[in-house]
């Protein structure tokens, strides 16, 4: 398998549900990312992770809770959300070169996670 | 701060005409500049970048963009547009070098080629 996958494609849960996105790169990057894509939005830039660890963070609701245990995968923990909270969830990575905080150019994305929030 | 323009929502061309998608963008220097493509349903997909050099990039299923400095724009453009090129496309911008490293997106075009 290549490439970016996430798991799993679509999730549907109530507000008071506990419940995990999966992310796995395949392309031997060392940096991650999670972006929220909402219709008629930006793509809201969620959480970086470079070399395991957490580099920015652009205030994200503590519900949304990220892990990154090695440099392949990426999880999303997600716990009382809310409605508004419904959109494709896009994992991507990318290759850094050098120093922390220094990131090189091209983002490989994954298929996304369609959440819905009842 | 950086940040990026996708001036049209929609584009609308009929089958083997020439496309455009516009895309402005602002940096404090010199800018990293791409193009991504998003089918329904599917994650983003890279097109092509300018990094540096030849001001005319060429990139995937035949798409091309021109950097204009002067203008601060990056337009992604096709000679003939077919029914399968129908998708989302992202304009994306990030310093090449201080403040941000991180690309900054836009809202997206939807391109609709008719038959």
């Known amino acids: 398998e290549t490439g970016v996958t996430q798991t799993p494609r679509h999730l549907v849960m109530g507000m008071t549900n506990k419940k995990s996105l999966k992310c796995e790169q395949h392309?031997?990057?060392?940096?991650m990312y999670w972006y929220k894509q909402s219709a008629k939005k930006p793509l809201e830039l969620m959480f970086v992770?470079?070399?395991?660890?957490?580099?920015e963070n652009n205030s994200v609701p503590s519900r949304f809770s990220p892990e990154c245990p090695n440099s392949s995968h990426l999880f999303l923990h997600l716990h009382t959300l809310q409605p508004e909270d419904s959109a494709l969830y896009l994992c991507?990575?990318?290759?850094?070169?050098?120093?922390?905080?220094?990131?090189?150019?091209?983002?490989?994305f994954g298929p996304g996670t369609r959440l819905t929030v009842l | 701060a950086q940040s990026v323009a996708q001036p049209e929502d929609q584009v609308n061309v009929a089958e083997g005409n020439p496309l455009t998608v516009k895309c402005t963008y602002s940096?404090?220097?010199?800018?990293?500049l791409f193009w991504y493509v998003q089918y329904p349903n599917r994650g983003l997909q890279f097109l092509l970048k300018?990094?540096?050099?030849?001001?005319l990039v060429k990139g995937s299923y035949g798409f091309e963009a021109e950097f204009n400095k002067s203008q601060t724009s990056f337009h992604l453009k096709k000679p003939s547009a077919l029914v399968s090129d129908s998708a989302m496309y992202f304009c994306a911008v990030r310093e090449s070098s201080g403040g941000s490293y991180i690309p900054t997106f836009g809202r997206g075009t939807s391109l609709i080629v008719h038959p």
């Open positions: 991507a990575s990318s290759q850094t070169p050098g120093l922390a905080g220094e990131f090189t150019d091209t983002q490989y």
């Open positions: 392309l031997g990057h060392n940096a």
């Open positions: 992770y470079s070399l395991e660890e957490r580099v």
């Open positions: 300018y990094i540096t050099g030849d001001n």
């Open positions: 940096v404090s220097g010199n800018p990293y």
